[in-house]
């Protein structure tokens, strides 16, 4: 099994920027796809961005170049780079991991952002 601990949320201002990180511990795949999702109140679970192993990047649409999504593999933890934040980026972000055949997937407590003035 796989924990992932999410930290780096908080409240910045509109146009400001803040840094997600997730850390993993456990039986983690040497093939596997981390990433970032979010959820807003009374909205669906979306997609923000993913990260192989191997570094193969896929970002939503709405946050395709302002999100950078990295990894450190050394440290098993990925980050969320966030610039340029608007009020419609306030959600939980969650951390999620899945090993190689996305058989096995986990998920992270999340972590508050909120984008207001």
């Known amino acids: 099994q796989v924990q992932l601990v999410e930290s780096g949320g908080g409240l910045v201002r509109p146009g400001g920027s803040l840094r997600l990180s997730c850390a993993a511990s456990g039986s983690i795949s040497s093939i596997n796809a981390m990433g970032w999702y979010r959820q807003a109140p009374g909205k669906e679970r979306e997609l923000v961005a993913t990260i192989t192993n191997g570094g193969s990047t896929n970002y939503a649409i709405p946050m395709k170049g302002r999100f950078t999504i990295s990894r450190d593999n050394g440290k098993n933890t990925v980050y969320l780079q966030m610039n340029s934040l608007k009020p419609e980026d306030t959600a939980v972000y969650y951390c999620?991991?899945?090993?190689?055949?996305?058989?096995?997937?986990?998920w992270g407590q999340g972590t508050q952002v909120t984008v207001s003035s």
């Open positions: 999620y991991y899945t090993d190689y055949d996305g058989v096995d997937n986990y």
